[in-house]
């Protein structure tokens, strides 16, 4: 018998056909055969900034957490402040450890009774791992990520083709909501989060229905200007929009102070880490985690040294051409007193140096209006 290749290898969502039947290009992302475009990035980039854009995130993982310890649990697991988060909302976070560093970040989602936690699809063993090592006896973990489908729907228009799409309620969903109702006659959960930029929504359902409303969007959203987008767009998008991408912005030795993400920590309660990162977030890190633009076409991709005169400062988190800026732009990881906003740095590429300007990590933000 001969050995499967690497390609057979690979996990397939329940859309994998519907991708291939587009003509979509595939690649190994996690474990993953997936989409990284169909059309073009760059195309389907600006349909998800100016129209609407769908795409297939059923590789994340979906736990389930419940039992009358579940909200301390959590509590004891992540820096957000998970005690005080309603009935009906979700929240970001970071699954952290003892040292501060992160072993995922996470959306946790509070149904009445029990809460819904998304993870990163390259990081379900190792989070599964991790939660059932801290798991009190009066909780109960449940992984659902085997029979989870996940689509996201992003855009200016997402709304407009949600009302369409979804019974009554759905399409008004506030801002980081949760809900349940059905989308094409199937029971679903939405919430309104994205990983874009934009607004938009996300939506789970068990596999077997994937393919409806797969199909069902497309169908809907045609006249809107709806199109699939794959993993290309989905991280010039994230990237401009300043929202971290596990591996790159976030780790297993990075806190979520250095990486910019003290905003989501703000519980009170004793968890994992806090005593450094509550130092950390009074005293400031000793690295902070920064935009660069670059001043000109070269493309600083990740692990590329940064400089400060003749002194490295730095390493690249991840880089790519903004669509959006119309300029390369990136993430990078410097000493504190090199991050001075509005500065001057150089990434060396392939053996010389380029001049990028200091900024903020989110390049574009949407308008409200």
Known sequence: MSNPTAAETLKKTPLHGAHVALGARMVPFGGWDMPVQYSGIIEEHHAVRKAVGLFDVSHMGEFYVSGEGAAAFLARMVPGDVLNLPVGKCLYTQFTRPTGGVVDDTIICRFADRYLLVVNASNIDKDWAWLSEHKPFDVTLENYSPETAMIALQGPLAETVMREAATPGLAEL??????????????????????????????????????????????????????????????????????????????????????????????????????????????????????????????????????????????????????????????????????????TLEVEIRGKRFPATVGRTAFYKRSKN
């Open 174 to 343: 506030p801002f980081f909501g949760i809900a349940l109702g059905k989308i094409f006659g199937v029971d679903v959960a939405v919430s309104r989060t994205g990983y874009t930029g934009e607004d938009g929504f996300e939506i789970y359902m068990p596999n077997a229905y994937a393919e409806r409303l797969w199909h069902g969007f497309l169908a809907t959203g045609e006249s809107y200007g709806i199109r699939p987008a794959g993993l290309g767009a989905r991280d010039t998008l994230r990237l401009e929009a300043g929202l971290p991408l596990y591996g790159h912005e976030l780790n297993d030795e990075t806190t979520p102070i250095e990486s910019g993400f003290g905003w989501t920590v703000k519980s009170e309660a004793d968890y994992l880490g806090k005593d450094v990162i509550a130092r950390q977030k009074a005293e400031g890190p000793s690295k902070k985690l920064v935009g660069l633009t670059m001043q000109g076409k070269q493309i600083a991709r990740e692990g590329y040294p940064v400089f400060l005169g003749d002194r490295q400062v730095g390493t690249v988190a991840s880089g790519a051409p903004s669509p959006t800026i119309g300029a390369p732009i990136a993430t990078a990881f410097v000493e504190a007193d090199a991050a001075t906003m509005g500065g």
